[in-house]
């Protein structure tokens, strides 16, 4: 027993250290696009798409699982995907090179809780009172960090803030993500995890293409850079994170995901001088707690399920 637990302990804090790494790795990647300046979403996509590819498959190249990496029966559900996926990022995107670095990281928060709600509508899943309360709760703690931005909401005179443009963004890019992480789940029963990311960074390589008519800028050197290390940090921040799901189970991994919080703050003052305001904190740890609840929820949940399936096997 002891030995056992031993073996297992190790590999719980390596996946721990994996997902905290996969997280930073990801806000890097959102300050190198922020530090690229106000650029169009599609060329954005493009940058940060197109080249994740290249550490994806240079790390299938050391499993030996090249060959097959794009092997699918589900083309049109990859490609589906593909095209939901692309408009949350450009969304997103376009929240990031407007809005303070903490803000539009932490208002990204509200995706889970939003896959909450699509799951009860779209896919008919019984949720119960407690997860809607912690959705309630989190989208509260979501209104209370834009309330300040938000402006509109007393003055028609900020209608062409980018500030608000960039809050409604992000509003709208995690609607839309949590839309894309349903199609995920239903990928997920039949495809590998390397075959769903490299089919999506592909289809939206070549989804973001099609934007160039609509005003691809001319890019410095410096921008270029950003923007190809951008998508590196994206490639790489998705193997870190797949492989830390492979060590540790989900609920113990999923919720240093905001850890990205504290270090967007950090890296937000010291890079842009962005100072997290009252609301922001506030309100990021209600959205943070109510997330938390939900993944404790959810394991509660699988817990109990797992006991009534053992329950239910004929002995011997």
């Known amino acids: 027993m002891t030995s056992n637990t031993s073996s297992v302990q190790p590999r719980t804090l390596f996946g721990i250290t994996l997902k905290i790494l996969s997280v ?115 989208l509260i703690g979501v209104v209370i960090i834009s309330w300040p931005t938000l402006t509109l909401l007393r003055s028609g005179a900020a209608l062409g803030d980018q500030e608000v443009l960039g809050v409604i963004a992000a509003f709208i890019a995690a609607g839309i993500s949590a839309v894309a992480m349903l199609l995920v789940r239903s990928l997920v029963h039949s495809e590998r995890t390397a075959t769903i990311v490299l089919w999506f960074s592909l289809t939206a390589s070549i989804l973001a293409l099609l934007t160039i008519p609509f005003g691809w800028q001319a890019l410095a050197t410096r921008q270029i850079v950003l923007l190809i290390l951008a998508g590196f940090c994206g490639g790489l921040g998705q193997i870190l994170m797949t492989s830390a799901y492979r060590h540790a189970e989900a609920s113990v991994v999923a919720p240093f995901e905001y ?17 997290p305001t009252l609301h922001m ?30 329950a239910s096997q004929p002995p011997g």
């Open 24 to 138: 930073s790795v990801f806000v890097a990647m959102s300050s190198l696009i922020k530090a690229a300046g106000e650029l169009p979403a599609g060329q954005i996509v493009f940058y940060r798409s197109f080249f994740a590819i290249f550490p994806i498959l240079i790390f299938l190249g050391f499993r030996r699982e090249l060959r097959t990496a794009f092997s699918t029966r589900r083309p049109l559900n990859h490609i589906a995907r593909g095209v939901v996926g692309v408009c949350a990022m450009g969304f997103g995107f376009f929240a990031l090179t407007r809005l303070p670095l903490p803000e539009a990281i932490t208002l990204n928060y509200a995706q889970p809780l939003l896959v909450v709600v699509f799951s009860a509508i779209f896919l008919r899943e019984t949720i119960r009172i407690y997860r809607w309360g912690a959705v309630v709760v989190g």
């Open 281 to 310: 904190l506030v309100g990021g740890a209600i959205v943070v707690a109510a997330g938390l609840f939900i993944i404790w929820r959810e394991r509660q949940l699988g817990l109990e399920r797992a006991a009534a399936r053992k």
């Open 259 to 275: 850890t990205s919080m504290l270090l967007s703050i950090v890296v937000g003052y010291l890079a842009f001088g962005d100072v």
